[in-house]
């Protein structure tokens, strides 16, 4: 008799000893999320990688999104099934500050020597003579405006795709 009560004690307590238990975790809000979590909204890369490159853009509908270079950010603004529809911001970072700048009035450098995290990029600056001065140091093809990139310039650049 004993030796059925221990083994009865012994499977109410693995039962409830195993039970699951079920906790709601709540979904971070933008303040919580860390710089480690930020994840580029185009190609999923976590963008901690190359801080440096990191770009945002801040919407009324999605929230902040993260991007690992001005590329990815375009490629989701040009697209109408993915861009934001009430966009607050867009804060790139000049290339040369680290600081982030408005990206509506930057001046991008295309086609130059140095590469960002997924090859070719648009290299943002907040200065015309900034980006003259990078143009000719990296032997850049052009400087381009905001409103200047369209789609078949940031899949020229795509096709380049020569990776750090």
Not at 22 to 51: D, F, L, W
Not at 96 to 125: C, H, R, W
Request: proline content about 4%; overall charge negative; aromatic content about 10%.
């Amino acid at each position: 008799m004993t030796i059925r009560f221990i083994i009865l004690l012994g499977s109410i307590f693995l039962i409830f000893a195993c039970e699951k238990k079920t906790e709601v975790t709540p979904i971070a809000k933008e303040s919580t999320i860390t710089q480690e979590e930020h994840r580029c909204a185009n190609c999923g890369m976590y963008t901690h990688i190359y801080p440096n490159w990191e770009q945002k853009v801040i919407s009324g509908d999605k929230g902040t999104m993260y991007f690992d270079g001005a590329r990815c950010m375009f490629k989701i603004l040009l697209d109408s099934t993915t861009a934001p529809k009430h966009i607050e911001e867009i804060q790139v970072k000049d290339y040369y500050s680290l600081q982030y700048i408005d990206g509506t009035k930057a001046f991008y450098v295309i086609g130059s020597d140095v590469l960002g995290p997924m090859g070719n990029e648009l290299i943002p600056f907040e200065t015309k003579s900034a980006a003259e001065e990078f143009l000719k140091d990296h032997k850049g093809e052009k400087i381009v405006l905001f409103d200047e990139v369209d789609m078949p310039l940031i899949m020229k650049l795509v096709g380049k795709m020569r990776m750090k």
